[in-house]
């Protein structure tokens, strides 16, 4: 989404859209482990306006996600949500940056030239409210250590003939 500067007023305006995730998604695919995917586009609804050269933002993002435990490996669907704010200040005002950089709820962030590109800085939001560990829920059981049943779903036949160890927690090799 791409914002005209010299649209942004000193009356704050509102502003709701779907963010897509082809590029998310992409990215969540280049490391090792693929913990998430977002089956659809995220809706981002933000409030800005300016003071000056300096352009504020503040906003909301939901999105349904698909997480692939890391305990039981097993796909589960969830909901992200957000609360984000940043301020933009022109690439050459850095008087206007040092004004913001002790400030700990919002983000600071540099524009230059007639439009603003919000796309990178939803992303980074977005990327910020994935838990770090996904997990289907807090009392999974993860898969038994020596036979790899995924616990949750009752004891493995291995149970019954070998004492109790801790459940593994890997990475999903499938991934």
Known sequence: MKICVRDVETRAKHLAYDEPTEEINAELKRGPVHDYDFPGTVHVALTYYRAGTELFFAG??????????????????????????????????ALAARKWED?????????????????????EQIFLSLPTRPLCH????????????????GPCSCAASNPPRAAVHLANPRR
């Open 60 to 93: 909301d993002l939901t999105a349904p996600v698909i997480g692939y435990c890391g305990r039981c490996l097993e796909e589960f669907q969830s909901q992200i949500s957000r609360h984000f704010a940043f301020v933009l200040v022109p690439q050459c005002d």
């Open 103 to 123: 400030e700990e709820d919002v983000e600071l962030a540099y524009y230059q030239g007639e439009y603003v590109d919000l796309s990178p800085l939803v992303r």
């Open 138 to 153: 807090e009392a999974c059981k993860g898969l038994c250590p020596n036979c790899g049943s995924n616990l949750n779903l």
